[in-house]
């Protein structure tokens, strides 16, 4: 780890959409990185926690007393926002309005979603100036970076934002990603393939504010689990939103396709929750997969690793990724992953070396993938220690919330700060 004397700690306002939140917890550690390097970090969620605090663990639930909660705070806080931006800063006040008229033009569900994006950011604005912070990060460069964008109108905060992709890129004028990074101070992007995007997107004189700063994972925390080279059943473990982006009925699919080719000694175990969970059981239960297939649903970080542990390889067939977090802890864990050739994932997994890469909608290179990691068991070995070498080089969590930190000092620096 860098030591604190290489950068100058900052205070730092962060805004989010939902905090906590399970598939989003690395937001979580790099807020507690950032905090043990001496930032004073003051966050802020749009929505409530995914959870009630019965179901959050020990630093969520220490976050989550310390967060401002936007919507909760309900209508009166936001009458109260409007009110006393109105009469002590209206000039600022006109400003947010500008804006409410040109992104919303004369659509009435944009202007109305405008109008609910500039009424949190007079909420936001108002805590800020509570929390005497004048400087704002957003976390996914869509809801909570539109609020930041506002933020900054009317109360001449500066802003900045992580972009993860690829979900902000599909409907990039819909999320004003070009006026963001127009309006914005600077972008953290979190691999070059995000950076590429935003550069597609945004005039060249503002290319000079897109920082490539990875996420990362604690190696320390996520430890190689013993090896089986000859398990009685073969265990998959696939971790992430039940969503189509995801892929995961590809998975069903091809673990359908290996059954049925006679290899009845496996298991898959699909981790997470969300909208295509009804539609997946059905699956399993069409293809009679019930015996192979295991829904765990959605699971806390004080699980996570005994079911990591108990997994011979990892899977996430996804069709849109930034670059998966799951897939660092998985590979710190020295668990061969195969996954798909998109976006972000080869700057993380080189095919072969680190991981399998597959052609993304692929059943059959995806079962072919799996059956060759069943059959190989030196490949498997090799492919799980040079997968944990390849995160604590590039994708460890210390080392890559200290290249963040250098982002923040000196980007903070040169605006004043």
């Not at 700063?213 to 939103?241: H, Q």
């Not at 080869?346 to 059943?363: F, H, M, Q």
Request: proline fraction near 4%.
């Amino acid at each position: 780890m860098s030591s604190n004397t290489e950068f100058k700690p900052r205070r730092i306002a962060y805004i989010v959409s939902q905090y906590p939140m399970l598939s989003m917890i690395f937001i979580i550690r790099e807020v507690l990185q950032l905090k043990r390097l001496g930032f004073e970090i003051d966050t802020s969620s749009i929505n409530a926690a995914d959870r009630g605090k019965e179901g959050l663990v020990a630093d969520e639930a220490k976050e989550a007393e310390l967060t401002y909660y936007i919507k909760p705070d309900g209508i009166t806080g936001a009458i109260a926002a409007h009110i006393k931006t109105m009469v002590g800063n209206p000039i600022g006040y006109v400003r947010g309005w500008k804006r409410v008229s040109k992104l919303g033009k004369l659509d009435v569900k944009g202007l109305a979603m405008n109008v609910a994006y500039f009424t949190e950011a007079l909420m936001t604005g108002v805590w800020m100036k509570r929390k005497k912070q004048t400087h704002l990060h957003a976390h996914l460069g869509s809801q909570a970076t539109t609020v930041a964008m506002y933020t900054k109108d009317v109360f001449g905060i500066t802003f900045s934002a992580t972009v993860h992709g690829p979900d902000e890129f599909y409907n990039a004028p819909g999320q004003y990603l070009t006026e963001k990074v127009i309006a914005s101070d600077f972008i953290v992007c979190i691999s070059n393939f995000a950076r590429s995007q935003l550069m597609k997107l945004s005039p060249y004189e503002h290319w000079h504010k897109l920082e490539v700063s990875r996420l990362g994972v604690d190696p320390s925390v996520f430890k190689p689990r013993p090896f089986n080279a000859s398990p009685e059943t073969f265990e998959i473990i696939c971790v992430g939103r039940l969503c189509p982006a995801k892929g995961q009925h590809i998975l069903v699919e091809a673990i359908a396709r290996i059954v049925s080719s006679g290899r009845k000694n496996i298991r898959l175990r699909i981790v997470g929750g969300g909208e295509d969970e009804a539609s997946l059981k059905n699956q399993i239960r069409d293809l009679n997969l019930d015996d192979h297939i295991i829904m765990e649903g959605p699971v806390n970080q004080d699980r996570i690793r005994d079911l990591y542990s108990q997994a011979d390889i990892f899977s996430i067939p996804s069709f849109a990724e930034g670059i998966p977090v799951v897939l660092m802890e998985a590979m710190a864990m020295e668990i061969p992953c195969v996954t798909t050739r998109i976006t972000g994932i080869p700057e993380l997994i080189r095919d072969g070396e680190d991981g399998l890469l597959v052609a993304p909608s692929s059943i059959e290179e995806l079962a072919d993938a799996i059956t060759r990691l069943m059959d190989d068991q030196d490949l498997r070995k090799r492919l799980g220690e040079n997968g944990r070498k390849r995160v604590t080089q590039d994708y460890d969590l210390a080392k890559n919330v200290d290249r963040l930190a250098r982002v923040f000092s000196d980007r903070l620096e040169a605006l004043g700060k």
